[in-house]
């Protein structure tokens, strides 16, 4: 009943920005907690940013003060914008959301979006 859908990766070089979103719909009462995960090739998925209901943020610290997590409760929406992008933070972007339905929260992810910085 609830999709997420990511957009916005893409081919960067190092320096540039990108902006992810990811929207989600369906059957849903609230969104709670929205978070922002990464996983390269080979490695473990990494928790980049969360942001709580009422606006709480936090990341992880080698995107701290270059990657701002927002969003947009009215389009049901979470946003990363990424400044001064380096190689490596090449990744699949992958979001997640903590979501009231009627059995209580549910935790749903989105299907991932490719971001690549080339030096």
């Known amino acids: 009943q609830v999709q997420l859908v990511e957009s916005g990766g893409g081919l960067v070089q190092a320096g540039g920005s990108l902006r992810l979103s990811c929207a989600a719909s369906g059957s849903i009462f609230s969104i709670n907690t929205m978070r922002w995960y990464r996983q390269a090739p080979g490695k473990q998925r990494e928790l980049v940013a969360t942001i709580t209901s009422g606006g709480t943020t936090s990341y992880t610290i080698s995107v701290r003060g270059r990657f701002t997590i927002s969003r947009d409760n009215a389009k049901n929406t979470v946003y990363l914008q990424m400044n001064s992008l380096k190689p490596p933070d090449t990744a699949v972007y992958y979001c997640?959301?903590?979501?009231?339905?009627?059995?209580?929260?549910?935790?749903?992810w989105g299907q991932g979006t490719q971001v690549t910085v080339s030096s």
């Open positions: 997640n959301a903590d979501i009231q339905q009627g059995l209580g929260v549910q935790n749903y």
